[in-house]
């Protein structure tokens, strides 16, 4: 493991272990030299045995093959890691903890450039990444960012305890967020047409309550009758309208307000302002 510790943010990179041979054992030695820290726990859980689980799910392919990587030094790593910081230091509030695991999904590797986040509990953010990937730097900045836009929430709750209008919201204001503060890429965005994500929408009206995980990874990633990414870009379009109603955006607030707030609003819309 090796980190940088600065004062608003910490950052623990365990691409070394890609030394290893074997993805499953590479995920334990990770996990071994997660330490405990306090407020913050094993990278945000209470024990290490659930911090493997939620390794397993992201950073093993279970259909094919594992794609390794070769090592890099962590200073280009960290440098990407701190001059986004630098960028997002306005909107902090709190310190974050960043925690970089090697990821050999090729989910990852080949539809995300190598990089995908996701956010346990607020102020932790993890990283999966695999230097295979085309451009990852800038992929690695993009998803920093996103991330970043749920880690200040206090409602954002790792994905467990949200339904599917709430996710729309949280991953329409990380994209918002994102594109209108920073630019970078827009492949979430674009994956789906607008006119096609409100042609979805209509299905998905009476579904946004629902808190079925597989629902949500059919809706969010494509695994079922929906688009990959669909989640994303109807989540961008619907708060995009709401983000042109507001006389003024003021992303301290919006970053935090309770979701559900924002998707009543939206519901209360007639049915031709939310198309617009």
Known sequence: MESLKEKTFEVYSFLNNV????????????????????????????SRKELIDTLDIFLLDKNREHNFFELIGEDELFEVVKSTMDLLE??????????????????TLEKMNGVGGFCPKKNIIFIFLNLNGKNWKDSLKDTLIHEFSHSVSDYYLGGEDFNIGEGLIFDG???????????????????VSKEDCFKYFEDLRLKLDSKDFDFYMKVFYGTGNYPSWLGYSLGYYLVKNYLDKLKVI???????????????????????????
């Open 19 to 46: 030394q290893g041979n074997d993805a499953g054992k590479i995920i334990d030695k990770c996990v071994e030299e997660v330490n405990e820290i306090e407020g913050v726990g094993f990278a945000g859980y209470d």
């Open 173 to 191: 204001l990380a994209e918002n967020f994102r594109k209108i503060n920073f630019g970078g890429s827009d492949i979430l965005i674009e994956a």
């Open 250 to 276: 003021n992303w301290n607030i919006l970053l935090r307000k309770n979701p559900k707030e924002i998707l009543e609003e939206i519901s209360n819309y007639k049915e031709k302002e939310i198309y617009l």
């Open 90 to 107: 306005k909107y902090q509030r709190s310190k974050k903890y960043f925690f970089i695991f090697p990821s050999f999904d090729n989910f």
